[in-house]
């Protein structure tokens, strides 16, 4: 395969309690749509507040300026519902239980689902029990993926992806590296799909660019 034809790797570091993270979501499952084999993303952990850091307070009604200032305007624009959560969760287990699903093959459903228990439904995702009904929902086994949390099998997997995001500088998220034939590109925040696919354009010139318009 020449390194033209290889795919852009897309590698883009989220947590399950940004909002701007799961804003991101459809952007990208639209370009992978378009771009197909072309296109490799794959999702890395970081958290955003790893204990012992404080947590934030429990958002409500009024929410912080930000959601209404950017999260309404772009969850209306992206077609996603999202709500001020009632709870704030730690994300380590949340990140571990992706990591599981990743080896399971189910990946794409239950981060999803992750991101929609936080953020519609206000559930604690910290919580083993409400993971373990994610991942039944999402058909995982939920007690292998139990043993797996509990064994902390998962744990060196996201550490090693938030050392890399500091090694890279990342302080927040989401944040995006492109890698392929030409410069290596990061991008920090949610991005519109059109600046993602400029990003893609210059670090993949070729015929894929075809499947693009």
Not at 53 to 79: D, F, H, I
Not at 93 to 119: I, M, P, Q, T, V
Not at 131 to 141: C, I, K, P, S, V
Request: glycine residues 6%; aromatic residues 8%.
């Amino acid at each position: 395969m020449a390194q033209s034809d290889m795919p852009v790797r897309l590698d883009v570091w989220s947590d399950y309690v940004c909002p701007f993270c799961y804003l991101e979501l459809p952007v990208l499952e639209q370009l992978q749509a378009r771009l197909g084999a072309a296109l490799d993303i794959r999702w890395r952990a970081f958290e955003l507040r790893p204990a012992p850091a404080r947590m934030l307070a429990p958002l409500n009604e009024p929410p912080r300026p930000a959601w209404s200032r950017a999260v309404y305007p772009m969850a209306k624009q992206r077609g996603l519902t999202l709500k001020p959560p009632p709870v704030q969760s730690r994300s380590r287990l949340a990140l571990e239980a992706a990591e599981f699903a990743k080896d399971a093959g189910a990946f794409s459903r239950f981060h999803e689902a992750l991101f929609r228990a936080f953020f519609q439904d206000g559930r604690d995702i910290g919580d083993p029990r409400v993971l373990g009904e994610l991942a039944r929902d999402a058909g995982l086994d939920r007690e292998s993926m139990t043993r797996a949390l509990e064994a902390g099998r998962y744990t060196a997997r996201v550490l090693a992806d938030e050392e890399e995001a500091h090694r890279l500088g990342i302080r927040g998220v989401p944040a995006m590296r492109l890698a392929g034939a030409g410069p290596v590109l990061l991008l920090s925040g949610a991005q519109p799909e059109e600046a993602v696919r400029a990003a893609f354009t210059r670090v993949q010139p070729g015929p894929t660019l075809s499947a693009m318009h």
